[in-house]
C-alpha cells in the first residue's frame, strides 16, 4: 500500500500509520476486528490524487474500495471479511451508517489524523512540499479537519477531538 501511496502522490504515509495506531487502540476498546480495522485503514487511499478537485480524489471511497476487492480476492480473504473492509473503505468519507463495528472504528481512526497536532504538522508539510502556500495549506486543513470531526461517532473521540480542535485552531491563529 506504500508504493500505491507513493505512485498517488498522497496521503503522507505518516497520516496513514497515524491512522493505524489510532485504529488499533480502537479496535481493541471498541472490540471490533482488529485487522480488518488495520486492512480497512490500509486500503482506504489505493486510489487517491493531490488534487483536491479531481475525479479520483473526490471518488477515492468508492474508486479504492472497488481496486481493495480485487487485492482481497487475489490475497485469499473470506468473503465475509471482504465485505466489511469494503464497507469500511466506501463510507469513511459519508455520513451514512456503517454497516459494523469495523466500519465505525475505521472512520474515527481515519479521522484522527486531521483532529491531533501531529496529524496536522504532518499533513501541513505534505501540502508544503507539493507547493501549496501557507494561507491556502491551513484553509485547507482547517476544512479537513471540520469536516472529520462531523464523521466521528465515539463518544470517547468526539470528547478528546473537541480538546484537539480548540488546541488546533489556536496554534493556527497564531502561526497566521
Known amino acids: 500500500?506504500?508504493?500505491?501511496?507513493?505512485?498517488?502522490?498522497?496521503?503522507a504515509w505518516g497520516l496513514t500509520e497515524?491512522?493505524?495506531?489510532m485504529g488499533k487502540k480502537l479496535a481493541r476498546q471498541c472490540h471490533a476486528d482488529e485487522?480488518?480495522?488495520?486492512?480497512s485503514l490500509y486500503l482506504a487511499h489505493i486510489v487517491f490524487h493531490t488534487d483536491r478537485k479531481s475525479h479520483?480524489?473526490?471518488?477515492?471511497?468508492k474508486?479504492?474500495?472497488k481496486l481493495a476487492r480485487g487485492y482481497l480476492k487475489k490475497w485469499g480473504v473470506l468473503k465475509t471479511e471482504q465485505d466489511v473492509i469494503i464497507n469500511a473503505?466506501?463510507?469513511h468519507h459519508s455520513v451514512l451508517s456503517p454497516k459494523s463495528k469495523v466500519a465505525e472504528v475505521m472512520r474515527n481512526a481515519e479521522g484522527y489524523k486531521f483532529l491531533t497536532i501531529e496529524g496536522c504538522l504532518i499533513f501541513l508539510h505534505d501540502l508544503g512540499t507539493r507547493g501549496m502556500s501557507w494561507e491556502k495549506s491551513v484553509e485547507y486543513f482547517l476544512e479537513k479537519m471540520n469536516q472529520k470531526y462531523a464523521l466521528l461517532t465515539l463518544p470517547a473521540c468526539k470528547r478528546e477531538m473537541r480538546k484537539n480542535i480548540s488546541?488546533?485552531?489556536q496554534m493556527l491563529d497564531r502561526a497566521t
Open 1 to 11: 500500500m506504500r508504493r500505491k501511496t507513493r505512485e498517488n502522490g498522497a496521503p
Open 18 to 21: 497515524l491512522a493505524v495506531g
Open 35 to 39: 485487522k480488518l480495522v488495520i486492512a
Open 56 to 61: 479520483r480524489m473526490k471518488d477515492h471511497p
Open 63 to 65: 474508486l479504492s474500495a
Open 89 to 91: 473503505i466506501a463510507i
Open 167 to 169: 488546541l488546533l485552531t
